[in-house]
């Protein structure tokens, strides 16, 4: 199937780094979720940003929309151990019938 | 809120023989989403109810898998006749009616094909 790409695949951070994730698309995209997972788990839903939005806040995170460029990206301040996870961003594509399509993720590890 | 709950965690089965997973949902979560997980991979959906009746499946679903989920409140997937590309997290989520409304996901069931 389709999938989003996330860049970097893997990102290892010190405690208290920021970290930068990134997801685009070869469709076009409108709203787009991210999710975390911890290893074993399942997915937690983390945000949600709509396509009129180009920027949103949640606690530490902050997210951002380029529908233009297909993309959007999760930045993480002041990273904590207890944020290794991989992080998954989702979207419906245009012509994938209704449903979610997530991206292949990234693994974060941040050491303490 | 007592979460998404899957069963059986992990199963492990020969080739060529059927399974079946369980998923119930959040009591009042109307929509019902399979997925399904290989290592270092996001989430591939296989299908989705809204109560009992399945509304969407993925052109990818072979016809040796099957889901249902009869009065609209747990879910079944059953896999026929296994094979080694089977072999992968299966993952159930729950939701309130509504596309971008967030999904729950339990912690999956853990599938190993001999």
């Known amino acids: 199937s389709q999938q989003g790409e996330e860049d970097p695949q893997a990102l290892s951070i010190q405690e208290g780094e920021n970290a930068t994730m990134n997801c685009s698309y070869k469709?076009?995209?409108?709203?787009l979720q991210w999710y975390r997972q911890n290893s074993g788990r399942g997915l937690v839903h983390l945000i949600l940003?709509?396509?009129?939005?180009r920027e949103k806040h949640s606690g530490r995170l902050r997210v951002t929309l380029d529908t233009s460029k297909k993309s959007s990206s999760l930045l993480i301040t002041a990273s904590r151990a207890a944020d290794t996870a991989s992080y998954f961003c989702?979207?419906?594509?245009?012509?994938?019938?209704?449903?979610?399509?997530f991206g292949g993720g990234t693994r974060l590890m941040v050491k303490p | 809120d007592t979460g998404v709950s899957q069963n059986p965690r992990h199963k492990i089965t020969k080739r060529g023989q059927n399974v079946t997973f369980r998923c119930d949902p959040i009591?009042?979560?109307?929509?019902l989403y399979w997925y399904r997980q290989t290592l270092g991979q996001g989430p591939e959906f296989l299908t989705y109810?809204?109560?009992?009746?399945?509304?969407?499946k993925s052109r990818l679903l072979s016809d040796r898998f099957s889901a249902e989920r009869p009065k609209g409140s747990f879910s079944t997937l059953e896999i026929q006749r296994t094979e080694q590309g089977d072999s992968a997290m299966y993952l159930c989520?729950?939701?309130?009616?509504?596309?971008?409304?967030?999904?729950?996901f339990g912690d999956g069931t853990r599938l190993s094909i001999l």
């Open positions: 940003i709509r396509s009129n939005e």
């Open positions: 109810f809204q109560n009992e009746a399945q509304l969407e």
């Open positions: 469709t076009s995209i409108n709203n």
């Open positions: 989520a729950s939701s309130l009616q509504g596309f971008w409304e967030p999904q729950h």
């Open positions: 989702a979207t419906k594509m245009n012509n994938a019938g209704n449903m979610l399509t």
């Open positions: 009591s009042e979560h109307n929509r």
